[in-house]
């Protein structure tokens, strides 16, 4: 597998230095890639960086995820208006480890294969550098105009942010080149690798090595990914879409993706999967023929859920997906733990129903018209009810005045009800 030609069908190339390519089909190569330590998950902005390391390896070079503990201390000003809060080596440690059990679903940090992962933290080689050996040894190979013409640099300066730049801020390009240069040295690291934002600070390091010891190395970095309407791409209303559960629930997870538009999808399905390209044209003409099967957005939302959470929580997901939009059964609902139940039901009527009540059973006809205002009247209720158009926890309602006692209760505590195809209402017992 030839890894430029991999990424560059696929979009996931902006710019790449002359002689990367030719250096990838020379000899196994060892390249790195930064993440930014500041939270103990990632998100899906960190993916495509992510799937970048996994295609180097599956090309068969030796990928080198850098947590950026030290540079996470500073804040990289990159296309930022503001500094970023700084961390404690505390904070910091627990963040790498939660990182590394990411990114150990995407990459082999395990085998003794020569391109096996490593994981780096730049904390490690700086935290003993000081301030006077790093001036001396490094700071003199960079001039400080070289530095103020990098983009980064000239975006902050040109007033955008009231307070201007730090000094910390400017020197951050620098601590970023020598990233580079230490694990040149150690480890015969010979690219980097990232967003476009990244560049004028990938390119420092190329030079800074090139100056320091006269070797060569090289650098590639990827568009940054937007939405077909130009937005920004992995914020929903509620934020970031996290990998850990924690914070972004499988479901939610897989609902993300199901729900990218048909432009996007085209898209994703390229950057975020190591399908094959037949496997994606297919797809692409899958689509075309019948979109609203929508056929990428399921493979889509398949392959990534399963990727960072598991075969089985995608199948979880699945489940719970059609009891909103398919013709799901009282099984599967009683099969949904109450985080998942609550997150498919966000934003349907709820109402608070009396458990004592229900000890002794409530008509239905009562509960949904006088307990509660499902219907507002009872003779409403009563010609749906004939129509087959009422349904308690899935299950056809075939009598008004059957008895809904505690034994209806999901998880001890709801009710859905549902009247028509899309109108659902969750009780909860109180």
């Known amino acids: 597998m030839n890894f430029v030609e991999e990424l560059r069908w696929r979009g996931m190339i902006q710019e790449i230095m002359p002689g990367t390519e030719e250096q990838l089909q020379k000899e196994l190569t060892s390249g790195y890639l930064g993440i930014d330590p500041t939270a103990d998950s990632l998100h899906i902005g960190h993916l495509v960086g992510v799937m970048i390391l996994k295609h180097f390896q599956r090309a068969g070079h030796r990928p080198i995820a850098l947590i950026g503990g030290a540079t996470g201390m500073i804040g990289d000003p990159s296309m930022k208006s503001q500094e970023r809060n700084l961390l404690d080596e505390k904070t910091l440690r627990h963040n790498q480890e939660s990182i590394k059990k990411q990114l150990a679903k995407f990459l082999d940090f395990e085998s003794d294969k020569p391109n096996r992962a490593l994981l780096v933290n730049n904390y490690d080689w700086m935290k003993d550098f000081t301030f006077l050996d790093f001036i001396r040894d490094i700071g003199k190979h960079i001039t400080v105009n070289y530095m103020m013409a990098k983009d980064s640099v000239k975006k902050r300066l040109s007033g955008e942010s009231a307070d201007g730049m730090s000094f910390t801020e400017f020197s951050y390009q620098l601590l970023q080149g020598y990233d580079f240069l230490h694990l040149y040295s150690e480890l015969g690291c010979r690219i980097q690798m990232g967003g476009s934002d990244q560049w004028g600070n990938i390119t420092t390091g190329t030079e800074l090595i090139r100056r320091k010891t006269g070797g060569e190395a090289f650098a590639l970095v990827c568009p940054l990914i937007t939405k077909a309407d130009g937005t920004k791409f992995g ?140 219907f507002p009247s009872k003779g409403e209720m009563r010609k749906m009810v004939q129509a087959g158009g009422v349904m308690i926890n899935k299950n056809k309602l075939e009598n008004s005045d059957e008895i809904i006692d505690h034994s209806y209760l999901i998880d001890g505590k709801y009710i859905l009800a549902q009247k028509g195809k899309k109108n659902y209402y969750l009780l909860i017992a109180k």
């Open 235 to 374: 914020k929903t209303e509620s934020g970031n879409v996290w990998l850990d559960r924690r914070y972004t629930s499988p479901y939610k997870f897989y609902q993300f993706w199901l729900n990218v538009s048909d432009d996007d999808a085209a898209k994703y399905i390229k950057i975020f999967t190591a399908l094959s390209k037949e496997e994606i044209e297919a797809l692409v003409h899958a689509q075309k023929e019948a979109p609203h099967l929508r056929p990428l957005q399921k493979k889509l939302a398949e392959e990534l859920t399963v990727m960072v959470h598991s075969v089985e929580d995608y199948e979880a997901a699945v489940s719970a997906s059609g009891i909103l939009f398919g013709g799901s059964t009282a099984d599967t609902l009683k099969t949904l733990d109450e985080e998942t139940l609550l997150q498919v039901f966000e934003g349907v009527p709820q109402f608070d129903v009396s458990k004592v009540e229900l000890e002794d059973g409530i008509a239905a006809i009562d509960l949904l018209t006088q307990v509660t205002t499902v």
